[in-house]
């Protein structure tokens, strides 16, 4: 669907990169699959090049690259290296430049160059280092995707101490879920926010948090809508007034730390049981990034980055990193969708992005809503856009070359929240085929295995990587013989990662991703994944989204397909035959579902990914456990009700 310009290559990172390769090592490596072939079969010399080529910052390097090497987990990558995470994001001499641009909903805007946020961090981190702050210690936040959450998580980091966060919509229940299981010493959050032109008021979650955490020994509280009245407890203070009386000239003392350190604390879903606390390290998360953004993404020095996020979503960890490379962060708070569904198209225009991150839900909704940005906007800086959240189906690559802009680089990206990166991405230098994700990551060993292990090309399995990385995480929060971790990703195959993603390696060395693989259909025994199904129904003009689930009936699998429609729409046999016959021609006859039902909501995590397992444990009488991950489970009354009816 895209082929990259000669001029678009020869300018791009990865192709320097190439020649660097070439160079030191005297690898006969021409291109992007003799550099991949290069990676993993050289890790360690591939990772060490990297560090050379993106100037890393450190106190100390360190002679050996892996040790350990063939252990998994278990690898100890630049074991002798001493860094710091917020010092490789805040000095690269780019003093000047707009390191972010802050947009809200609201029309509330800000920019700060490199300059300005080196100062602020200081000043923040002076605060927190007289509150007692030391590594390792967590400092964490409930905050708006805002500056002030860049500068608390670079001045927590900049200490040695462990950030984590969450987006304010989540309740006081889930968030306590995730935050008591660290015992957080510093609390940053935000009064409100603003969504879809509605304002909400969190201020009255201050008093809850503050009772059911006593580790918080101080709650810093950002005023975003200025709603708070004032509290007698003694613990609460005003951003503004924590940072008053510091002076923001004083060199910030950056804490050398043990490359595999931890920095970020994220968390797992939480569908089937509390939320896994899964720990990323200082070094690991800042050198995979830096591959990611230069060289599968092609971010320059002075490159507008944005990706439409929460800070309770990995991509926020990820886009801040883009710092590391010089990139001006464009950061964006409130719906995508308003006050009209091209809104995000105008921020292009208005702050020149080049690099354009979203979901795949989003693409979707764009094209249900019949938008056309090329139409309607000049688009003129935008060069890459990204999507990641969900597989991208083959009707939004058309839509997105035909409807936003014909010359760009679409590179749908997956990997998670448990690696705080990606597996398959996109790559600047590689053409884009329509379906397909263009690449694996560098030094990635990533593979398909079949259930008994082995294996596969060109056929559905399970995406796997059977070598270490230095983005896997530490380990788990109150893990300590990991035992958590190993059954996360170690059960299923010994001594290699099983991702949970069901996925096809193409013969151009592309990936196709199915769903998740424990969400895998299998009617009459043939393996199904759920986004076979979505990327037909998608197609449905009728159909605003779907779940689609597998339930046991007389022995089999019965494949039931749940079905928002547009407003006023009724589902109709007509509009059922129609569906189901969709389906038939584009996919096969075992692809049809047995049953579509109509819902007006469906299950979805804050992040937005829909839960099927939810919906399956519902179709089946059992517990859906820790609804608090949910951001609507009232959604799951309906599908109690209308099971009800047909069982």
Same mark, same amino acid.
């Given at each position: ?15 320097a990169?190439?020649?660097r390769?070439?160079?030191?090592s005297?690898?006969?490596v ?18 060490d090049?990297l560090w050379?080529f ?11 690259i892996?040790a350990d090497?063939?252990?998994?987990p278990?690898?100890?990558w630049?074991p002798?290296a001493?860094?710091?995470?917020a010092?490789?994001?805040?000095l690269?001499?780019y003093?000047?430049? %707009?390191?972010?641009i ?12 490199y300059g ?6 200081s000043r923040?981190a002076?605060?927190l280092y007289?509150d007692?702050?030391?590594p390792g210690?967590?400092v964490?936040?409930i905050?708006?995707?805002?500056p ?8 927590t980091a900049?200490l040695?101490a462990?950030?984590?966060s969450?987006s ?6 889930g968030?306590?879920d995730?935050?008591s299981?660290i ?6 959050i935000?009064?409100g926010?603003f969504f879809?032109?509605?304002?909400f008021?969190?201020?009255?979650q201050?008093a809850?948090?503050l ?20 509290t007698?407890e ?13 002076p ?11 490359f ?6 994220? %968390?797992?879903s939480?569908?089937?049981?509390p939320?896994k606390?899964i ?8 050198i995979q990034h830096?591959?990611?953004h ?18 309770g ?8 990193s883009?710092?590391a ?6 950061l964006y ?5 308003y ?15 080049n690099?354009?991150g979203?979901?795949?839900?989003y693409?979707?909704a764009?094209?249900k ?8 906007h000049n688009l ?13 189906a083959?009707?939004?690559?058309d839509?997105? %070359?035909q409807?936003i ?6 590179s749908?990206?997956s ?12 790559c600047?230098i ?9 690449c694996?990551?560098l030094?990635m ?5 079949n259930?008994?292990?082995?294996s596969?090309?060109?056929q ?6 059977t070598a270490p990385f230095?983005?896997?995480p530490v380990?788990?929060w109150?893990?300590?013989e ?9 059960e ?8 949970g993603? %069901?996925?096809?390696?193409?013969d ?6 199915y ?7 299998n009617?009459?025994g043939?393996r199904?994944?759920?986004a076979?199904?979505y990327?037909?129904?998608e ?9 689609v ?9 019965r494949?039931?397909?749940?079905v928002?429609?547009?407003p ?6 007509q ?8 389906i038939?021609?584009n996919a096969s006859p075992r ?6 039902l109509?819902?007006?909501d ?10 099927e397992?939810a919906?399956?444990?519902?179709i ?8 608090q ?7 799951l009354?309906?599908?109690?009700q ?6």
């Amino acid at each position: 669907m895209w082929q990259p310009s000669l001029k678009r290559r020869e300018k791009a990172i990865i192709t320097a990169f190439i020649a660097r390769v070439r160079e030191s090592s005297g690898a006969n490596v021409t291109d992007y699959e003799s550099l991949y072939r290069w990676s993993i079969a050289e890790p360690a010399a591939f990772w060490d090049l990297l560090w050379q080529f993106a100037d890393i910052i450190a106190s100390h390097k360190g002679m050996q690259i892996v040790a350990d090497a063939g252990k998994m987990p278990g690898a100890k990558w630049f074991p002798e290296a001493r860094l710091n995470y917020a010092e490789n994001l805040l000095l690269k001499g780019y003093e000047n430049q %707009y390191a972010i641009i802050f947009h809200g909903e609201n029309g509330e805007s800000q920019r700060l160059s490199y300059g300005e946020l080196y100062r602020r961090v200081s000043r923040l981190a002076q605060a927190l280092y007289c509150d007692g702050v030391r590594p390792g210690d967590r400092v964490a936040g409930i905050l708006p995707n805002r500056p002030e959450s860049i500068i608390a998580m670079l001045a927590t980091a900049s200490l040695g101490a462990i950030w984590s966060s969450c987006s304010p919509d989540f309740g006081v229940a889930g968030i306590v879920d995730r935050f008591s299981q660290i015992t957080p010493k510093i609390l940053f959050i935000g009064d409100g926010y603003f969504f879809n032109g509605k304002v909400f008021d969190r201020s009255g979650q201050i008093a809850p948090l503050l009772q059911a955490m006593p580790s918080i020994e101080k709650l810093v509280l950002i005023p975003v809508l200025n709603s708070f009245e004032g509290t007698d407890e003694d613990r609460v203070v005003l951003w503004q007034d924590y940072l008053a009386g510091f002076p923001d000239d004083r060199p910030i003392a950056f804490a050398q730390l043990p490359f595999d350190a931890p920095l970020f604390i994220l %968390y797992s879903s939480g569908t089937t049981g509390p939320p896994k606390c899964i720990v990323h390290s200082v070094g690991g998360t800042l050198i995979q990034h830096i591959k990611e953004h230069r060289l599968h993404t092609d971010i320059h020095a002075g490159d507008r980055l944005f990706y439409f996020t929460t800070c309770g979503w990995m991509m926020w960890n990820w886009l801040v990193s883009g710092l590391a490379s010089g990139a001006t962060l464009v950061l964006y708070d409130g719906s995508p969708l308003y006050p009209a569904a091209d809104a995000l198209f105008d921020l292009i225009d208005a702050y020149r992005i080049n690099v354009f991150g979203v979901s795949a839900k989003y693409i979707d909704a764009l094209k249900k809503a019949s938008v056309r940005p090329r139409k309607t906007h000049n688009l003129a800086s935008l060069r890459t856009i990204l999507s990641t959240g969900s597989p991208l189906a083959p009707d939004s690559f058309d839509f997105v %070359y035909q409807s936003i802009k014909s010359d760009v680089c679409l590179s749908s990206i997956s990997g998670g929240t448990d690696i705080i990166s990606c597996f398959v991405l996109g790559c600047p230098i590689l053409p884009v085929r329509r379906g397909e994700i263009q690449c694996r990551g560098l030094a990635m060993k990533v593979d398909v295995f079949n259930d008994e292990g082995r294996s596969l090309q060109g056929q559905k399995g399970e995406l796997v990587c059977t070598a270490p990385f230095p983005s896997m995480p530490v380990g788990f929060w109150n893990d300590p013989e990991q035992r958590q971790y190993h059954a996360a990703y170690f059960e299923k195959f010994p001594g290699v990662w099983s991702h949970g993603d %069901y996925v096809a390696l193409t013969d151009q060395g592309g990936m196709i991703i199915y769903g998740r693989s424990d969400a895998v259909l299998n009617p009459g025994g043939v393996r199904i994944g759920t986004a076979e199904i979505y990327r037909q129904v998608e197609q449905i003009d009728e159909v605003l989204e779907s779940v689609v689930v597998g339930q046991d009936y007389h022995g089999d699998c019965r494949l039931i397909l749940f079905v928002v429609l547009r407003p006023g729409i009724q589902l109709t046999d007509q509009l059922t035959a129609a569906i189901k016959q969709h389906i038939r021609e584009n996919a096969s006859p075992r692809h049809v579902p047995a049953l579509i039902l109509q819902v007006t909501d469906i299950p979805r995590t804050k992040n937005g990914k829909i839960v099927e397992l939810a919906v399956r444990d519902i179709i089946h009488g059992r517990p859906v456990k820790n609804q608090q991950a949910l951001a609507n489970p009232e959604a799951l009354d309906q599908f109690r009700q209308v099971i009800s009816m047909i069982n």
